[in-house]
Protein backbone atom coordinates (compact mmCIF):
# COMPACT_ATOMS: atom_id res chain seq x y z
CA UNK A 1 0.00 0.00 0.00
CA UNK A 2 1.39 3.21 -0.91
CA UNK A 3 2.34 5.92 1.95
CA UNK A 4 1.03 9.14 -0.28
CA UNK A 5 -2.14 7.99 -1.17
CA UNK A 6 -6.16 8.25 -0.02
CA UNK A 7 -8.44 6.16 1.42
CA UNK A 8 -12.11 5.99 2.22
CA UNK A 9 -13.74 7.10 5.30
CA UNK A 10 -16.66 4.76 4.04
CA UNK A 11 -15.59 0.83 5.58
CA UNK A 12 -18.04 -1.22 3.98
CA UNK A 13 -19.57 -4.37 6.07
CA UNK A 14 -16.95 -6.59 6.36
CA UNK A 15 -13.40 -5.52 5.29
CA UNK A 16 -13.86 -2.13 2.97
CA UNK A 17 -11.40 -0.69 5.42
CA UNK A 18 -8.75 -2.90 5.00
CA UNK A 19 -8.97 -3.02 1.39
CA UNK A 20 -8.75 0.59 1.03
CA UNK A 21 -6.73 1.80 3.78
CA UNK A 22 -3.39 2.81 2.55
CA UNK A 23 -2.24 5.39 5.06
CA UNK A 24 -0.04 4.75 8.48
CA UNK A 25 -3.01 5.40 11.40
CA UNK A 26 -1.16 9.34 12.13
CA UNK A 27 -2.47 11.62 13.41
CA UNK A 28 -3.12 15.07 11.49
CA UNK A 29 -0.78 17.79 12.52
CA UNK A 30 -1.13 20.84 13.97
CA UNK A 31 0.81 23.77 13.14
CA UNK A 32 4.31 24.39 14.50
CA UNK A 33 4.34 27.76 16.40
CA UNK A 34 7.35 30.12 14.44
CA UNK A 35 10.49 30.59 15.77
CA UNK A 36 11.75 33.66 17.68
CA UNK A 37 13.82 34.82 14.85
CA UNK A 38 10.57 35.79 12.56
CA UNK A 39 10.64 32.67 10.12
CA UNK A 40 7.07 31.62 9.23
CA UNK A 41 5.33 28.73 11.14
CA UNK A 42 5.73 25.52 9.68
CA UNK A 43 3.62 22.33 9.75
CA UNK A 44 4.29 19.40 11.94
CA UNK A 45 3.46 17.33 9.02
CA UNK A 46 5.91 19.08 7.18
CA UNK A 47 8.71 19.69 9.75
CA UNK A 48 9.22 15.96 9.92
CA UNK A 49 8.92 14.91 6.51
CA UNK A 50 11.92 17.54 6.37
CA UNK A 51 13.70 15.75 8.24
CA UNK A 52 13.77 12.97 6.70
CA UNK A 53 14.90 14.63 3.24
CA UNK A 54 18.55 14.03 2.60
CA UNK A 55 20.14 17.46 1.13
CA UNK A 56 19.33 16.39 -2.34
CA UNK A 57 15.96 15.02 -2.00
CA UNK A 58 13.05 17.45 -3.17
CA UNK A 59 9.40 17.39 -1.69
CA UNK A 60 6.40 19.32 -2.32
CA UNK A 61 5.42 22.16 0.10
CA UNK A 62 2.73 24.94 -0.22
CA UNK A 63 3.84 28.62 0.56
CA UNK A 64 1.57 30.86 2.25
CA UNK A 65 1.83 34.67 1.81
CA UNK A 66 -0.19 37.66 2.82
CA UNK A 67 -1.24 37.70 -0.74
CA UNK A 68 -0.63 36.18 -3.62
CA UNK A 69 2.05 37.62 -5.02
CA UNK A 70 4.23 37.37 -1.45
CA UNK A 71 3.94 33.71 -2.17
CA UNK A 72 5.04 33.77 -5.76
CA UNK A 73 7.94 36.27 -4.61
CA UNK A 74 9.07 33.64 -1.73
CA UNK A 75 9.09 31.00 -4.31
CA UNK A 76 11.14 32.92 -6.47
CA UNK A 77 13.96 34.03 -4.17
CA UNK A 78 14.20 30.25 -2.28
CA UNK A 79 14.75 28.84 -5.51
CA UNK A 80 11.44 26.70 -5.05
CA UNK A 81 10.75 25.08 -8.67
CA UNK A 82 7.14 26.39 -9.29
CA UNK A 83 3.61 23.82 -10.00
CA UNK A 84 0.46 25.68 -9.05
CA UNK A 85 -1.46 27.99 -6.94
CA UNK A 86 -4.52 28.63 -5.31
CA UNK A 87 -4.65 32.00 -6.18
CA UNK A 88 -8.03 33.13 -4.03
CA UNK A 89 -6.43 31.67 -1.38
CA UNK A 90 -2.57 33.39 -1.50
CA UNK A 91 -0.84 30.22 -1.53
CA UNK A 92 1.76 28.64 -4.38
CA UNK A 93 2.94 24.84 -4.37
CA UNK A 94 6.29 24.08 -5.24
CA UNK A 95 8.89 21.37 -4.83
CA UNK A 96 12.46 22.20 -3.60
CA UNK A 97 14.96 20.94 -1.45
CA UNK A 98 15.19 21.35 2.38
CA UNK A 99 17.36 24.28 2.11
CA UNK A 100 14.84 26.21 -0.15
CA UNK A 101 12.16 25.49 2.04
CA UNK A 102 14.31 26.68 4.67
CA UNK A 103 15.21 29.61 2.50
CA UNK A 104 11.45 30.33 2.10
CA UNK A 105 10.88 30.85 5.42
CA UNK A 106 12.70 33.74 5.93
CA UNK A 107 11.17 35.75 2.69
CA UNK A 108 8.91 38.70 3.84
CA UNK A 109 5.19 38.27 3.30
CA UNK A 110 5.49 34.65 4.08
CA UNK A 111 2.91 33.14 6.50
CA UNK A 112 2.95 29.60 6.81
CA UNK A 113 4.57 26.43 4.46
CA UNK A 114 2.31 23.58 4.71
CA UNK A 115 3.30 19.50 3.37
CA UNK A 116 1.38 17.63 1.04
CA UNK A 117 -0.23 15.61 4.19
CA UNK A 118 -1.60 12.18 2.84
CA UNK A 119 -5.32 11.54 3.03
CA UNK A 120 -8.03 9.35 3.42
CA UNK A 121 -11.44 8.16 1.18
CA UNK A 122 -12.72 7.33 4.21
CA UNK A 123 -31.07 3.36 2.60
CA UNK A 124 -34.16 1.90 2.13
CA UNK A 125 -34.92 3.05 5.96
CA UNK A 126 -32.14 5.67 5.96
CA UNK A 127 -34.52 8.70 4.71
CA UNK A 128 -36.90 7.25 7.57
CA UNK A 129 -34.77 8.02 10.17
CA UNK A 130 -33.99 11.71 9.15
CA UNK A 131 -37.60 12.36 8.34
CA UNK A 132 -35.49 13.25 5.06
CA UNK A 133 -38.30 11.18 3.21
CA UNK A 134 -41.11 12.91 4.88
CA UNK A 135 -39.95 16.59 3.84
CA UNK A 136 -39.93 15.33 0.78
CA UNK A 137 -43.30 13.74 0.38
CA UNK A 138 -44.72 17.04 2.70
CA UNK A 139 -43.15 20.08 2.33
CA UNK A 140 -42.10 22.12 -0.56
CA UNK A 141 -39.43 24.43 -1.12
CA UNK A 142 -39.11 28.22 -1.94
CA UNK A 143 -39.98 27.55 -5.92
CA UNK A 144 -43.05 25.41 -5.02
CA UNK A 145 -41.68 21.91 -5.64
CA UNK A 146 -41.12 18.94 -3.63
CA UNK A 147 -38.48 19.51 -0.93
CA UNK A 148 -36.21 17.31 -3.22
CA UNK A 149 -32.84 19.90 -3.16
CA UNK A 150 -34.41 20.60 -6.57
CA UNK A 151 -32.51 24.71 -7.71
CA UNK A 152 -29.08 23.25 -5.99
CA UNK A 153 -26.02 21.82 -7.54
CA UNK A 154 -23.67 19.19 -4.60
CA UNK A 155 -20.38 18.75 -5.39
CA UNK A 156 -18.73 15.71 -4.57
CA UNK A 157 -15.67 15.33 -4.32
CA UNK A 158 -14.31 11.92 -4.36
CA UNK A 159 -12.90 8.77 -6.57
CA UNK A 160 -15.47 9.30 -9.21
CA UNK A 161 -18.93 8.57 -10.38
CA UNK A 162 -20.33 6.47 -12.88
CA UNK A 163 -23.06 9.24 -14.53
CA UNK A 164 -24.95 6.06 -16.41
CA UNK A 165 -25.82 4.65 -13.09
CA UNK A 166 -29.34 3.68 -12.77
CA UNK A 167 -29.67 5.36 -9.52
CA UNK A 168 -28.25 8.25 -11.15
CA UNK A 169 -30.40 8.44 -14.31
CA UNK A 170 -33.41 10.96 -14.82
CA UNK A 171 -36.99 9.66 -16.19
CA UNK A 172 -35.65 10.95 -19.81
CA UNK A 173 -32.34 9.04 -20.04
CA UNK A 174 -30.27 11.78 -18.72
CA UNK A 175 -28.08 12.15 -16.29
CA UNK A 176 -28.25 13.71 -12.88
CA UNK A 177 -24.89 14.29 -13.03
CA UNK A 178 -24.50 17.94 -15.16
CA UNK A 179 -20.69 17.99 -14.68
CA UNK A 180 -17.97 15.75 -14.97
CA UNK A 181 -14.28 16.97 -13.64
CA UNK A 182 -11.35 15.53 -13.24
CA UNK A 183 -8.38 15.54 -10.66
CA UNK A 184 -5.24 14.90 -12.25
CA UNK A 185 -2.14 15.10 -10.35
CA UNK A 186 2.04 14.65 -11.87
CA UNK A 187 3.99 11.49 -10.77
CA UNK A 188 5.43 13.46 -8.44
CA UNK A 189 1.96 15.13 -7.00
CA UNK A 190 3.10 18.23 -6.46
CA UNK A 191 0.62 19.74 -9.88
CA UNK A 192 -2.45 19.01 -10.09
CA UNK A 193 -5.20 20.35 -12.73
CA UNK A 194 -8.71 20.11 -13.08
CA UNK A 195 -10.28 18.61 -16.64
CA UNK A 196 -13.84 18.74 -17.39
CA UNK A 197 -14.52 15.62 -18.99
CA UNK A 198 -18.07 14.93 -20.52
CA UNK A 199 -20.74 13.45 -18.54
CA UNK A 200 -20.92 10.39 -19.99
CA UNK A 201 -17.45 9.20 -18.65
CA UNK A 202 -17.65 7.13 -16.03
CA UNK A 203 -14.48 8.55 -13.64
CA UNK A 204 -14.92 6.18 -11.08
CA UNK A 205 -14.37 3.03 -12.85
CA UNK A 206 -11.51 4.85 -14.54
CA UNK A 207 -10.18 5.23 -10.82
CA UNK A 208 -10.80 1.51 -10.08
CA UNK A 209 -12.91 3.54 -7.15
CA UNK A 210 -16.76 2.68 -6.29
CA UNK A 211 -16.79 4.93 -3.24
CA UNK A 212 -17.48 7.57 -4.71
CA UNK A 213 -20.44 6.41 -7.11
CA UNK A 214 -21.82 5.22 -3.87
CA UNK A 215 -21.69 8.69 -1.75
CA UNK A 216 -23.44 10.32 -5.01
CA UNK A 217 -26.11 8.21 -5.11
CA UNK A 218 -27.07 9.15 -1.10
CA UNK A 219 -26.63 12.47 -1.92
CA UNK A 220 -29.04 12.36 -4.81
CA UNK A 221 -30.03 9.09 -6.14
CA UNK A 222 -33.30 9.33 -8.21
CA UNK A 223 -36.71 7.11 -6.74
CA UNK A 224 -35.76 4.04 -7.62
CA UNK A 225 -37.57 0.27 -7.86
CA UNK A 226 -34.78 -2.39 -7.66
CA UNK A 227 -35.66 -5.50 -8.93
CA UNK A 228 -37.33 -7.54 -5.74
CA UNK A 229 -39.73 -4.34 -5.71
CA UNK A 230 -37.74 -2.69 -2.80
CA UNK A 231 -37.72 1.50 -3.24
CA UNK A 232 -35.36 3.57 -2.74
CA UNK A 233 -34.24 7.52 -3.43
CA UNK A 234 -31.42 9.58 -1.96
CA UNK A 235 -31.37 12.76 0.47
CA UNK A 236 -31.88 15.18 -1.92
CA UNK A 237 -33.42 12.99 -5.43
CA UNK A 238 -33.79 16.28 -7.17
CA UNK A 239 -30.79 18.09 -6.74
CA UNK A 240 -27.83 17.88 -9.40
CA UNK A 241 -24.26 16.81 -8.63
CA UNK A 242 -21.02 17.95 -9.51
CA UNK A 243 -18.48 15.29 -9.68
CA UNK A 244 -14.82 15.96 -8.87
CA UNK A 245 -13.02 12.70 -9.56
CA UNK A 246 -9.85 12.50 -7.47
CA UNK A 247 -9.34 8.92 -7.74
CA UNK A 248 -8.42 6.28 -5.44
CA UNK A 249 -5.43 7.84 -4.37
CA UNK A 250 -4.35 10.85 -3.64
CA UNK A 251 -2.82 13.32 -1.31
CA UNK A 252 -4.02 16.28 -0.07
CA UNK A 253 -3.32 18.14 -2.56
CA UNK A 254 -5.62 16.86 -5.51
CA UNK A 255 -8.72 17.05 -2.75
CA UNK A 256 -7.39 20.98 -2.15
CA UNK A 257 -7.40 21.05 -6.54
CA UNK A 258 -11.17 20.12 -6.37
CA UNK A 259 -12.09 22.24 -3.44
CA UNK A 260 -10.20 25.58 -5.04
CA UNK A 261 -12.06 24.63 -8.47
CA UNK A 262 -15.49 24.91 -6.60
CA UNK A 263 -14.61 27.87 -5.62
CA UNK A 264 -13.71 29.13 -8.05
CA UNK A 265 -16.57 27.79 -10.38
CA UNK A 266 -19.12 27.53 -7.96
CA UNK A 267 -21.73 30.08 -9.32
CA UNK A 268 -21.43 28.16 -13.03
CA UNK A 269 -20.34 24.47 -12.40
CA UNK A 270 -20.98 24.14 -16.39
CA UNK A 271 -19.55 27.49 -17.73
CA UNK A 272 -20.99 30.29 -18.28
CA UNK A 273 -24.17 30.71 -20.48
CA UNK A 274 -25.54 27.57 -18.94
CA UNK A 275 -28.84 28.38 -17.76
CA UNK A 276 -28.98 27.42 -13.44
CA UNK A 277 -32.46 25.83 -14.73
CA UNK A 278 -29.99 23.11 -16.09
CA UNK A 279 -27.01 23.41 -14.16
CA UNK A 280 -27.68 25.31 -10.47
CA UNK A 281 -25.36 26.81 -8.98
CA UNK A 282 -23.22 24.54 -6.06
CA UNK A 283 -24.39 25.19 -2.50
CA UNK A 284 -22.47 22.67 -0.64
CA UNK A 285 -19.74 19.99 -1.19
CA UNK A 286 -19.36 16.84 0.55
CA UNK A 287 -16.05 15.55 1.66
CA UNK A 288 -15.68 12.09 2.77
CA UNK A 289 -12.05 11.37 2.82
CA UNK A 290 -9.50 12.16 5.67
CA UNK A 291 -6.20 11.27 7.35
CA UNK A 292 -6.84 8.26 9.36
CA UNK A 293 -6.79 8.79 13.08
CA UNK A 294 -7.76 12.58 13.16
CA UNK A 295 -5.64 14.79 14.26
CA UNK A 296 -5.34 18.37 15.92
CA UNK A 297 -7.47 21.31 14.31
CA UNK A 298 -5.10 23.58 11.51
CA UNK A 299 -6.48 26.86 10.88
CA UNK A 300 -3.33 27.70 8.72
CA UNK A 301 -3.96 24.76 5.84
CA UNK A 302 -5.04 25.30 2.21
CA UNK A 303 -8.11 23.29 3.39
CA UNK A 304 -9.40 25.68 5.69
CA UNK A 305 -9.26 28.59 4.19
CA UNK A 306 -10.71 27.20 1.10
CA UNK A 307 -13.89 26.36 2.97
CA UNK A 308 -13.63 29.40 4.86
CA UNK A 309 -13.91 30.95 1.22
CA UNK A 310 -16.37 28.71 0.12
CA UNK A 311 -18.66 29.62 3.44
CA UNK A 312 -18.05 33.77 2.56
CA UNK A 313 -19.70 32.85 -0.91
CA UNK A 314 -22.32 30.64 0.47
CA UNK A 315 -21.20 27.72 -0.18
CA UNK A 316 -21.80 24.93 2.70
CA UNK A 317 -18.87 22.17 3.19
CA UNK A 318 -19.92 19.12 4.61
CA UNK A 319 -16.92 16.40 6.48
CA UNK A 320 -17.26 12.84 7.32
CA UNK A 321 -16.04 12.84 10.63
CA UNK A 322 -13.57 9.65 10.43
CA UNK A 323 -14.06 6.00 11.55
CA UNK A 324 -11.72 5.75 14.01
CA UNK A 325 -13.66 5.18 17.10
CA UNK A 326 -12.56 6.22 20.15
CA UNK A 327 -14.21 6.62 23.87
CA UNK A 328 -13.86 10.18 24.58
CA UNK A 329 -10.44 10.35 26.02
CA UNK A 330 -8.68 11.46 22.84
CA UNK A 331 -10.23 13.05 19.63
CA UNK A 332 -10.12 10.85 16.67
CA UNK A 333 -12.12 13.97 14.62
CA UNK A 334 -11.99 15.02 11.35
CA UNK A 335 -9.55 17.75 11.23
CA UNK A 336 -10.93 20.51 8.88
CA UNK A 337 -14.17 19.30 10.06
CA UNK A 338 -13.41 20.93 13.67
CA UNK A 339 -13.47 24.45 11.92
CA UNK A 340 -16.22 26.54 14.23
CA UNK A 341 -16.70 28.60 10.59
CA UNK A 342 -20.60 28.46 9.90
CA UNK A 343 -21.89 26.42 7.57
CA UNK A 344 -18.69 23.76 7.90
CA UNK A 345 -20.49 20.64 8.85
CA UNK A 346 -19.09 17.03 10.92
CA UNK A 347 -21.07 14.43 10.41
CA UNK A 348 -20.90 10.76 12.74
CA UNK A 349 -22.47 7.67 11.67
CA UNK A 350 -25.82 6.70 13.58
CA UNK A 351 -26.94 3.41 13.09
CA UNK A 352 -30.58 3.31 12.63
CA UNK A 353 -30.98 -0.83 13.20
CA UNK A 354 -32.00 -1.06 9.72
CA UNK A 355 -35.56 -0.08 11.26
CA UNK A 356 -36.08 3.22 10.56
CA UNK A 357 -35.94 4.08 14.24
CA UNK A 358 -34.83 7.19 15.51
CA UNK A 359 -33.88 5.90 18.50
CA UNK A 360 -31.03 3.60 17.76
CA UNK A 361 -27.32 4.09 18.00
CA UNK A 362 -23.83 5.40 17.47
CA UNK A 363 -22.25 3.41 15.11
CA UNK A 364 -19.40 1.90 16.32
CA UNK A 365 -16.95 2.72 14.41
CA UNK A 366 -18.21 6.61 14.32
CA UNK A 367 -14.94 8.40 15.44
CA UNK A 368 -15.53 10.80 18.80
CA UNK A 369 -14.09 13.74 19.62
CA UNK A 370 -12.19 14.38 23.35
CA UNK A 371 -14.80 14.43 25.92
CA UNK A 372 -14.66 18.25 27.72
CA UNK A 373 -13.17 19.82 24.28
CA UNK A 374 -16.17 20.91 21.94
CA UNK A 375 -14.65 21.93 19.50
CA UNK A 376 -13.51 18.39 18.69
CA UNK A 377 -16.95 17.14 18.76
CA UNK A 378 -18.88 15.99 15.48
CA UNK A 379 -21.71 18.71 14.81
CA UNK A 380 -24.15 15.95 13.75
CA UNK A 381 -25.28 12.63 13.56
CA UNK A 382 -26.49 11.10 10.34
CA UNK A 383 -27.24 7.30 9.20
CA UNK A 384 -23.79 5.88 7.59
CA UNK A 385 -24.34 2.12 8.90
CA UNK A 386 -25.36 -0.48 6.55
CA UNK A 387 -26.49 2.18 3.84
CA UNK A 388 -27.94 0.80 0.43
CA UNK A 389 -26.67 2.64 -2.90
CA UNK A 390 -25.12 2.97 -6.06
CA UNK A 391 -22.21 0.29 -6.80
CA UNK A 392 -21.18 -2.00 -9.10
CA UNK A 393 -19.80 -5.53 -8.34
CA UNK A 394 -16.71 -4.96 -9.92
CA UNK A 395 -15.09 -1.96 -8.05
CA UNK A 396 -13.17 -2.32 -4.85
CA UNK A 397 -15.41 -0.66 -2.49
CA UNK A 398 -18.41 -2.24 -3.62
CA UNK A 399 -17.02 -5.53 -3.61
CA UNK A 400 -17.20 -5.15 0.21
CA UNK A 401 -20.89 -4.97 0.31
CA UNK A 402 -22.61 -8.37 1.62
CA UNK A 403 -25.88 -7.19 0.30
CA UNK A 404 -25.51 -6.78 -3.51
CA UNK A 405 -28.89 -5.92 -5.34
CA UNK A 406 -29.97 -5.91 -8.32
CA UNK A 407 -31.74 -2.21 -10.19
CA UNK A 408 -34.91 -1.85 -12.07
CA UNK A 409 -33.81 -3.31 -15.30
CA UNK A 410 -32.65 -6.90 -16.61
CA UNK A 411 -29.13 -5.74 -17.10
CA UNK A 412 -29.10 -3.91 -13.62
CA UNK A 413 -27.09 -6.96 -11.93
CA UNK A 414 -25.62 -6.34 -8.76
CA UNK A 415 -25.44 -2.61 -8.87
CA UNK A 416 -26.73 -1.43 -5.67
CA UNK A 417 -24.90 -2.74 -2.83
CA UNK A 418 -25.16 -1.65 1.23
CA UNK A 419 -22.04 -0.32 3.07
CA UNK A 420 -21.12 1.46 6.16
CA UNK A 421 -19.02 4.43 6.96
CA UNK A 422 -19.38 8.09 7.73
CA UNK A 423 -18.51 8.56 4.29
CA UNK A 424 -22.19 7.28 4.00
CA UNK A 425 -22.85 9.75 6.73
CA UNK A 426 -22.00 12.77 5.50
CA UNK A 427 -23.44 12.67 2.12
CA UNK A 428 -26.44 12.19 3.83
CA UNK A 429 -26.35 16.07 5.69
CA UNK A 430 -24.88 17.29 2.13
CA UNK A 431 -28.15 16.29 0.28
CA UNK A 432 -30.46 17.52 3.50
CA UNK A 433 -28.34 20.54 3.35
CA UNK A 434 -29.30 20.97 -0.43
CA UNK A 435 -32.96 20.39 0.98
CA UNK A 436 -32.88 22.89 2.78
CA UNK A 437 -31.13 25.93 0.50
CA UNK A 438 -33.89 25.34 -1.95
CA UNK A 439 -36.28 25.70 1.09
CA UNK A 440 -34.43 28.99 1.64
CA UNK A 441 -32.52 30.45 -1.18
CA UNK A 442 -31.00 33.15 0.40
CA UNK A 443 -30.19 31.48 3.69
CA UNK A 444 -26.02 31.47 4.62
CA UNK A 445 -24.61 28.18 5.32
CA UNK A 446 -24.48 29.05 9.11
CA UNK A 447 -27.65 29.76 9.02
CA UNK A 448 -28.60 26.37 7.47
CA UNK A 449 -26.25 24.97 9.95
CA UNK A 450 -27.43 26.49 12.97
CA UNK A 451 -30.99 25.16 11.71
CA UNK A 452 -29.68 21.66 11.74
CA UNK A 453 -27.91 21.26 15.13
CA UNK A 454 -30.38 23.62 17.15
CA UNK A 455 -33.41 21.01 15.90
CA UNK A 456 -31.74 17.69 16.14
CA UNK A 457 -33.41 14.77 17.74
CA UNK A 458 -31.97 13.79 21.24
CA UNK A 459 -31.37 9.67 20.64
CA UNK A 460 -30.12 8.61 23.98
CA UNK A 461 -27.44 6.23 23.50
CA UNK A 462 -24.02 6.85 24.19
CA UNK A 463 -22.23 10.10 25.95
CA UNK A 464 -24.65 12.36 27.61
CA UNK A 465 -25.62 15.66 26.38
CA UNK A 466 -23.52 19.00 27.75
CA UNK A 467 -24.94 22.50 26.97
CA UNK A 468 -23.77 24.17 23.80
CA UNK A 469 -24.62 27.30 22.49
CA UNK A 470 -27.37 26.17 20.42
CA UNK A 471 -28.70 23.05 22.81
CA UNK A 472 -27.29 20.07 24.05
CA UNK A 473 -23.99 18.11 22.43
CA UNK A 474 -22.30 15.21 22.89
CA UNK A 475 -18.42 13.99 21.79
CA UNK A 476 -20.01 11.28 20.16
CA UNK A 477 -23.32 12.15 18.79
CA UNK A 478 -22.78 16.02 18.06
CA UNK A 479 -26.26 17.87 18.54
CA UNK A 480 -28.14 14.06 17.82
CA UNK A 481 -29.77 12.90 14.60
CA UNK A 482 -30.61 15.50 12.18
CA UNK A 483 -34.26 16.14 11.66
CA UNK A 484 -34.89 17.46 8.51
CA UNK A 485 -38.66 18.58 8.83
CA UNK A 486 -38.13 20.05 11.89
CA UNK A 487 -34.99 21.90 10.66
CA UNK A 488 -36.71 23.26 7.73
CA UNK A 489 -39.50 24.70 10.07
CA UNK A 490 -36.62 26.84 11.81
CA UNK A 491 -35.21 27.99 8.75
CA UNK A 492 -38.18 28.94 7.16
CA UNK A 493 -39.39 30.37 10.60
Request: net charge negative; with cysteine; aromatic share 4%.
Amino acid sequence: MRRLSRTGLGIGLAAALATVVSLPATAAPAPSAGLLDGLAPVQDFLRGELSDLTLTERTTVLVHGTDLAAAERAVRVAGLTRTMSFDRIGVVVARGTKAQVAAARAVPGVTYLEGNQPIELAQTTSNTATRGDEAYRTLTGADGSALSGHGVSVGVIDSGVDPTHPYLTEADGSSAVVSNQKVLCDPLEAACQVLDLPTSVDTDTLAVGGHGTHVAGIVAGRPTTLSDGSTLHGAAPGARLVSLSTGAALVILGADAALNWVLENHEAPCGDGVPTAECPPIKVTNNSYGPTGGGAFDPESATVKLQRALAAEGVATVWANGNDGGDGTESFSNPPGQDPTGGVISVASYNDLESGTRDGEVSEFSSRGRAGEPSTYPDISAPGDTITSSCRLYLAICATGLDPRNGPEATDIGTFNTISGTSMAAPHIAGIVAQLFQDEPTATPGEVEDAIKSTAHKYAFGAPYETAPLGTTSFDKGYGLVDVVAAAEALGG
